[in-house]
């Protein structure tokens, strides 16, 4: 039985977690100061990022890992902020695309510098280029296997 709690995964699986709550700590000055949580951050990078700076609600709820009501909320609270808007398909009545707004962008770029000086300081930067390209292409393996419905978006 010992050899299980010796188990280097338990090992692996404890240092992710503990590096992730770690990481999270860090941040939280930078999300009180902008008034924005890791979540808000988390969506409107996605949109950022994504083809016109919109995705279908369904795909921001994957990639975000929210239930359906869970997006509702944050679009609602992230459109009422002004940072996103809500816009219909012109292919398909029944979707909806979350769309990253002027003022969401703007909100985004004023807290990214200071996010990013925080990833910066407590994780990129404490790597060499290549213990970060591996860490980054091990990741990507991971969460293609585990959730290949996070890279997924539809038009």
Not at 25 to 33: D, H, I, R, S
Not at 75 to 84: F, Y
Not at 112 to 122: C, F, G, H, Q, T
Request: aromatic share 4%; hydrophobic share 40%; glycine share 6%.
């Amino acid at each position: 039985m010992d050899d299980l709690f010796a188990d280097p995964r338990l090992t692996t699986m404890g240092l992710l977690f503990e590096a992730h709550e770690g990481l999270l700590t860090k941040l939280e000055p930078v999300f009180k100061e902008h008034g924005i949580s890791g979540l808000d951050l988390n969506a409107l990078t996605r949109l950022s990022r994504s083809p016109g700076r919109r995705l279908r609600m369904s795909d921001l709820a994957t990639q975000t890992s929210l239930s359906t009501s869970g997006i509702t909320r944050l679009v609602d609270r992230l459109a009422r902020a002004g940072l996103v808007e809500r816009a219909p398909c012109p292919d398909d009545r029944r979707t909806i695309f979350t769309v990253l707004t002027p003022s969401g962008a703007d909100r985004l770029a004023a807290v990214l510098p200071d996010y990013l000086a925080v990833i910066d300081r407590w994780f990129t930067g404490l790597l060499t280029p290549e213990q970060l390209t591996a860490v980054v292409d091990g990741l990507r393996i991971i969460r293609d296997a585990a959730r290949p419905e996070a890279t997924h978006t539809s038009d």
